[in-house]
């Protein structure tokens, strides 16, 4: 096989050697020279450049009809929708400029395709347009900017309400744990120093507080309809919480703690109704299918999202919204920590 | 200012008589092997050392991509490709092992952006271009520009390498975030490879700006007589503010890589801090990350540009050249070429909006980020306008500057989103960064790097590249290259995370297998056609036609020295510059080019000067 693979190469090589000759040779006959750019050359090339810029705007829009189907659902939080709203505005904005700065690009290519009988226009400069396309775009960029800062600030302030839930997340490789404040009301402190293998998240001992901390693996439930804070936390390296059907994402940093707010709007139920959803999971059930593979329902999803190492793409934990009253209950059932007895 | 340059023309012309008294051919004939080509301190030969060493790196760089994208597209599918490439220990009857698979995407990442990209781009064309164009005999220091190449090789060989050792190359990601690039038990790539890794980049660093040095300092005090800095070409004017960033960035990152040592190897804890692995608490308190980040990024965004403004400068020349043309709004250019250098500076956190860090510092950078559009746009427009009325000559330098502007607009736009903080959260490390910035800076500089090959092979070979291959070359480079980068966007709209083995745990996932395949398949139909590109640029080097002295009947003064290759440059008095570089198509004149040597004629305006 090798030899065959040598062979071939060998072969190539050799017949390429004998093109390059016959190209030399017919040059030399033909007193040309081959890299002067010719008339029909510039025909040919312009003509190319324009029928490149017909597919290439032919690739981009089969590309969003077979393709941006599949974009993430709808946010399910409320400043998710803003998020998404702001970036509809956005996108259309940068579609339109790619689209008409590309056709004039290619089209002046096509255009002024260079001819031996014509001279271009000497046309150094022209203070009037520049200043057109220099304040244009600043003007556009001032509302992208404020729009942006104004959600921005909004999204990053910190979680006043009372009722608020506190949920800890701990990455560490390769999996999550959510951690949850119990009936009191309170995380419990942590000492990374403690952690052990009954000791996981490195609960405080010492600390009675985390005593009722609940612990959850693999999949962790929130309410809807209420504010939800995270709270991050790494044992080993940078990981990065994201929950994509939420547009929520912060990353999770060893010796700080790191925060992010949100408020979903949908429980998993409703989300398994939505009609954007389910022509989705009909496809990728169907794709399923094809692999072998069961057919799934749709879930939420907590992924991580910083290169973390070997299993960095399978570090992930379910998520479930639950109605106040479904989410209760399995808080109900979910048995506390007794970091009490640890010590 | 002209005292000395009198001085240092009175240096040149001993110089000159030397030249003379060997007859103008044979300059350097008494010059052996070793002194002329391998140690040799001339900037032309220092130019082609650095492009064949980034051509060799590039040839790396892409296969790793090829095994990788093998991988994202159909994973568990076994291939022998992937084995030959990789062996057994790595690429186990063809599967792509996970950790090799990190190992590939970070030293992919690692050559592209500094080897190819910064030693290839700005060591080739900066050492080639800036005595030409500003009429000097050769660096400002020949012997510290020799010493710049020979760092770069040590860096590129140690890189390269680590490909070999048993643990494995650095696998980390080219950002090479700690703790996961500090700590052995993490990662098997943060063993040996990461050593070798930031031995590699310290010595890279020491290369850049030993290089940097000489090319500001040659700008500044070798121009020739008359070569005012409004009369300079756009290339050197984006090499000088290249050179400037990498001498006020690369430092930064050499004490970031440095602390990162420390952590490593004397346990320090510049970056660690609450960290628990390997079945034990670490004894590292008080550090942070976050510190590391702020190091990185102080260099890595000005780096963007690094590699970025010497492919628009080089683009600014073609394009005005084969418009036959003057560039539109030399001084707007100019000006652009300045804000952008300046506001790389600024604009480092919008890598960081979900770091950790204070959101309201993010919206500092969301600002100056954000204005960086502006001078980015204005180069567009004027790239455009530029052509505008021209009379374009297509030269395959000519296709790829095109491909340049097309690719620079593609992948800007995108970048409007991601310097929004709100809009980054949700795509923040997808796959829809990773088209951001392959379109607009990898694409970008590539092109350009391709289109100053195709321009100054003539100065830098003495020979013609096929023009018919060329075209070949760009047209599949094209379109490949969109194929492969166009689908990513809808990767990230998805919400695919970057760096991901594979995407098939995620069932949310599973529908985007098609968007896959289709990018693999034109990756590897892109790498294909980059044989063409080597074919050519090899066989020319030795059997190309021979070159004429100005083929592409350019202004610039590089044109105006002898197709040989001379040492120091002229071979009679350096010439002297009476105008800008762009009077092409000028009323009045009988050519459609007037070189920057002819003396203004009486009443004529000099194009830079308004």
């Known amino acids: 096989m090798t030899l065959l693979v040598i062979l071939a190469t060998l072969l190539l090589i050799v017949a390429a050697h004998q093109l390059f000759r016959v190209i030399e040779l017919s040059r030399k006959l033909r007193k040309t020279q081959e890299w002067q750019i010719s008339d029909a ?12 810029l017909i597919l290439f705007l032919g690739f981009f829009f089969w590309q969003v009809e077979r393709w941006f189907g599949r974009s993430l659902p709808p946010a399910a939080s409320e400043h998710g929708q803003k998020v998404d709203l702001l970036w509809d505005a956005n996108m259309y904005l940068i579609t339109f400029i790619f689209i008409v700065t590309n056709c004039f690009l290619f089209w002046f290519a096509y255009k002024y395709r260079g001819n031996s009988k014509q001279k271009a226009e000497f046309y150094p400069h022209n203070n009037k347009l520049e200043m057109l396309w220099t304040v244009v775009p600043a003007i556009a960029l001032s509302f992208i900017i404020i729009f942006g800062l104004k959600y921005w600030n909004e999204i990053m302030k910190l979680p006043k309400s009372e009722k608020r839930v506190v949920i800890e997340l701990y990455a560490k490789q390769f999996d999550w744990t ?27 001992t010492t600390d009675l507080s985390g005593n009722d901390d609940i612990l959850v693996k693999n999949e962790f439930h929130i309410p809807v309809g209420q504010e939800i804070e995270l709270r991050m936390r790494s044992r080993d390296v940078i990981h990065s919480a994201y929950l994509p059907h939420f547009r929520a994402q912060m990353n999770c940093v060893p010796g700080m703690i790191t925060f992010f707010k949100f408020k979903p709007t949908k429980t998993t139920a409703q989300m398994r109704n939505d009609p954007y959803v389910v022509e989705m999971m009909k496809n990728i059930n169907a794709q399923r299918a094809k692999n072998n593979k069961e057919a799934v329902e749709f879930d939420y999803v907590l992924l991580c999202n910083k290169i973390c190492g070997a299993s960095h793409y399978n570090m992930q934990m379910n998520l479930i919204v639950d109605t106040e009253a479904d989410y209760k209950a399995w808080l109900q059932k979910q048995k506390p920590v007794k970091t009490v007895a640890l010590k | 200012m002209s005292t000395h340059t009198s001085h240092l023309e009175q240096e040149h012309a001993v110089h000159t008589d030397h030249a003379h008294a060997h007859g103008h051919d044979h300059d350097d004939h008494e010059e052996s092997f070793v002194s002329k080509y391998i140690f040799s301190m001339d900037h032309k030969v220092i130019s082609r050392q650095f492009l064949i060493t980034a051509v060799i790196m590039g040839v790396v760089a892409m296969v790793m991509s090829i095994i990788f994208r093998m991988q994202l597209a159909w994973p568990a599918e076994k291939f022998g490709f992937i084995n030959a490439m990789l062996g057994d220990k790595w690429g186990k009857d063809g599967i792509l092992d996970p950790n090799m698979y990190l190992a590939l995407v970070t030293i992919h990442g690692t050559i592209m952006v500094f080897f190819v990209l910064t030693g290839g781009l700005s ?9 030409y164009q500003i009429g000097a005999r050769d660096m400002a220091s020949g012997f510290l520009n020799m010493l710049s190449y020979w760092f770069f090789l040590v860096s590129s060989i140690i890189m390269v390498s680590s490909l070999f050792i048993s643990d494995g190359p650095a696998s980390a990601g080219w950002t090479i975030y700690p703790p996961l690039s500090a700590l052995p038990e993490a990662i098997p790539g943060s063993k040996l490879g990461m050593t070798l890794w930031l031995i590699s980049m310290a010595i890279f660093i020491v290369s850049s700006l030993l290089g940097s040095l000489n090319y500001i300092i040659t700008v500044i005090n070798l121009r020739t007589k008359g070569m005012k800095m409004t009369r300079l070409p756009l290339t050197i004017w984006a090499f000088l503010v290249t050179a400037i960033l990498g001498v006020l960035s690369f430092p930064v990152l050499l004490s970031c890589a440095l602390l990162l040592i420390f952590d490593r190897s004397f346990n320090t804890s510049f970056y660690l801090s609450d960290i628990y692995i390997g079945g034990r608490p670490l004894d590292n308190v008080g550090g942070s990350p976050i510190l590391f980040e702020h190091l990185f990024w102080f260099l890595g965004h000005p780096e963007v540009y690094i590699v970025l403004l010497p492919a628009l400068g080089i683009t600014s020349e073609i394009i005005s050249t084969s418009s036959r ?10 000006g652009s070429i300045l804000a952008i250098g300046f506001l790389s500076f600024i604009v480092w956190g919008h890598h960081m909006y979900l770091t950790g860090m204070n959101p309201f510092l993010g919206s500092v950078f969301v600002f100056t980020t954000l204005l960086i559009a502006i001078p980015s746009a204005v180069k567009a427009f004027n790239y455009i306008t530029t052509m505008w009325k021209g009379n374009i000559q297509y030269t395959p330098a000519m296709l790829f500057s095109i491909g340049l502007v097309s690719s620079f607009i593609t992948g800007g736009v995108t970048g409007i989103i991601l310097a929004d903080s709100t809009l980054d959260i949700n795509v923040h490390d997808t796959y829809f960064v990773v088209a951001h910035f392959h379109i607009v800076m990898g694409l970008s500089a590539i092109f350009g790097m391709f289109a100053g090959v195709y321009h100054w092979f003539p100065k830098l070979f003495l020979r013609m590249m096929n023009k018919k291959l060329g075209y070949l070359h760009f047209w599949t480079t094209i379109i490949s290259a969109y194929g492969v980068f166009f689908p990513m966007h809808f990767l990230g709209l998805a919400g695919v995370p970057r760096r991901y083995y594979t995407n098939s745990n995620f069932p949310m996932f599973d529908n985007l297998v098609d968007i896959n395949e289709v990018v693999t398949v034109f990756a590897i139909i892109g790498a294909l056609s980059q044989g063409v ?78």
């Open chain 1, 178 to 204: 959510a951690r949850y404040p119990g009936k009191d009301g309170k995380l419990g402190e942590t000492d990374f120093r403690q952690i052990s293998g009954s000791n996981a998240v490195g609960m405080d």
């Open chain 2, 533 to 610: 590109f080597l074919i050519n640029f090899f066989y020319s080097m030795f059997r190309g036609e021979k070159a004429p002295q100005n083929p592409w009947k350019s202004n610039t003064l590089e044109w105006t020295t002898p197709m040989a290759h001379l040492h120091g440059n002229w071979p009679d008095a350096l010439p002297e510059v009476h105008r800008w570089a762009y009077d092409y198509s000028k009323p009045g004149k009988d050519k459609d080019y007037v070189p920057q040597t002819i003396p203004l004629s009486e009443g004529e305006d000099d194009g830079g000067a308004h």
């Open chain 2, 325 to 334: 043309k003057p560039i539109f709004g030399y001084r707007a250019m100019i």
């Open chain 2, 123 to 131: 060591g080739t064309f900066s050492n080639l271009l800036i005595p």
């Open chain 1, 41 to 52: 050359d510039n025909n040919l090339m312009g003509r190319f450049l324009l029928v490149f």
